[in-house]
């Protein structure tokens, strides 16, 4: 069959136009034989393509990831009924009825390791005590989360299943005017299961939000911006590409008023991200590169000024007293060009640049000062650690009216004991069973049904598979609790 590349559409291919026209709500006028020619030549689209064929292949993508979307939902309500610490007890109605009451949080996730790791948003768990997934077959599953970075809004959590389906990401690029699926739980509608589906294309990349990301303190550059309705409860969740493969992690949406749709924008994969997501996994913290400068991108008129060709460059407004900026005596007004081998594209990709290199390190740059180039070393400090940020040893698991949390390093009960394994009792409620039983601040979990409980992760997995009645404890309690110098 031909193709139609003159000014005239016809046949497969004005259904096409007419079907992407209603589908978002866009005039195109069709060009007519009377039309002056256009600037740029016309796109060919071939005679025999048949929408119900794309209408097909996003039933088969959907049907392909499904999978391995899960919803979430969450509270920081303190709900010590065991069932709902397993997931053959408990159905998405019992937790939906648990939550009624209480201040809840929804979300989306997808699976990034078959072993039960869920990459989502920071924001969408970082308030929560106790967590559950819900996957696109109705299988409802309590979460806990190993590990955040709120600087990046990424957090991994961790159900007690196995060989679940796998997401994969994208090796290149999102790209203006590809397609975009999004699939999740907006507004918790998927939090019985059946992930929602919606399409559009990515309208721009390399987006920034820096309000919300001075306000929450987050790296909000370089998003991709979609058309792909993304709605509360979207949070977490991926933005597909037409191949089924992940672009992007929806992540904010901008909603000008009620009763318009929102603008949508999620975070790109990139091999940070991915590195990140795998760190988060092993309970990794995740440090930033600190520089201590407030920056902005310097106008036309600062740039002829320093001599600088092009639009490149971020210009220092603030130095932050006490910081590497001051003691490598950087000044208000330097224009930086070059960071660590890369060019400085503006003041957002430059704030990017030093969160990525690593902490203590010291890296090259250029900058101009008073319209003449400088080259300098710069040794770059760590950003301080959000209290918020969950790793290994500040991973938290509420149970029975009791907070755990792992042991603290080169601990000791009393003056000869120490303690390498087991979960720390940081806190309890006076009115719980647990404290009625003797259980108190301080005591080390040693086992639980006899089995020995070496981290949060394997609590999860053994109170998932354990009757509650067959859950007895044997803890040691400290006469004299201390840490080692």
């Not at 210009?315 to 960071?339: H, N, Q, Y």
């Amino acid at each position: 069959m031909g193709s139609r590349a003159n000014h005239g559409v016809s046949g497969g291919a004005a259904a096409l136009i007419g079907f992407l026209c209603v589908m978002f709500g866009v005039s195109v006028p069709l060009a007519t034989a009377g039309d002056a020619p256009p600037h740029h030549p016309p796109l060919e689209i071939s005679d025999n393509f048949n929408v119900l064929d794309l209408e097909r292949h996003f039933q088969d993508v959907a049907q392909s990831v499904a999978g391995s979307v899960v919803a979430i939902c969450g509270t920081d309500a303190k709900i010590n009924a065991d069932n709902v610490l397993r997931s053959d007890h408990i159905t998405a109605e019992q937790v939906q009825k648990l939550l009624q009451a209480v201040d809840r949080t929804v979300g989306t996730g997808f699976i990034v390791d078959s072993d039960g790791y869920i990459a989502t948003n920071d924001h969408v768990v970082t308030a929560c005590d106790q967590l559950w997934v819900t996957t696109d077959d109705h299988k409802i599953y309590p979460a806990i989360v190993v590990g955040s970075d709120p600087r990046s809004d990424i957090a991994v959590l961790k159900i007690p299943a196995t060989n679940l389906p796998v997401i994969h990401f994208a090796t290149g690029a999102a790209r203006r005017g590809q397609w975009s699926i999004a699939l999740g739980n907006p507004w918790g509608l998927a939090a019985g299961g059946e992930m929602s589906l919606s399409v559009g294309v990515v309208s721009a990349v390399d987006r920034s939000l820096p309000r919300l990301s001075s306000k929450e303190d987050r790296l909000y550059y370089d998003l991709i911006q979609t058309t792909a309705q993304i709605n509360p409860g979207n949070s977490g969740g991926p933005l597909f590409d037409l191949q089924g493969n992940v672009i992007g992690i929806n992540t904010a949406v901008i909603l000008p008023q009620k009763v318009t749709n929102g603008i949508g924008f999620a975070i790109p994969i990139t091999a940070h991200v991915c590195q990140v997501i795998n760190d988060l996994k092993t309970g990794r913290e995740i440090s930033y590169g600190f520089l201590g400068v407030r920056v902005s991108s310097p106008t036309p008129a600062e740039r002829r000024t320093a001599g600088i060709d092009g639009e490149t460059g971020a210009r220092i407004d603030v130095i932050e007293p006490g910081s590497p900026a001051e003691r490598e005596k950087l000044l208000p007004g330097d224009i930086l060009t070059e960071f660590n081998g890369q060019t400085v594209r503006d003041g957002d990709q430059f704030v990017r640049l030093v969160g990525e290199a690593s902490a203590d390190q010291s890296v090259s740059a250029s900058l101009q000062r008073s319209g003449k180039p400088i080259a300098m070393t710069l040794h770059l400090g760590h950003r301080p650690i959000p209290t918020t940020q969950v790793t290994t040893q500040s991973q938290r698991f509420h149970w029975r009216g009791m907070v755990l949390g792992p042991v603290p390093k080169n601990w000791n009960i009393g003056k000869s004991t120490s303690v390498t394994e087991g979960l720390m009792v940081l806190a309890i409620d006076e009115a719980s069973a647990s404290a009625k039983s003797g259980i108190v601040q301080g005591a080390i979990i040693k086992s639980i049904a006899g089995k020995t409980i070496s981290d949060i992760s394997a609590l999860q997995l053994l109170l998932n598979s354990t009757p509650p009645e067959a859950c007895t404890i044997e803890c040691a309690t400290p006469s004299i609790a201390s840490a080692r110098d």
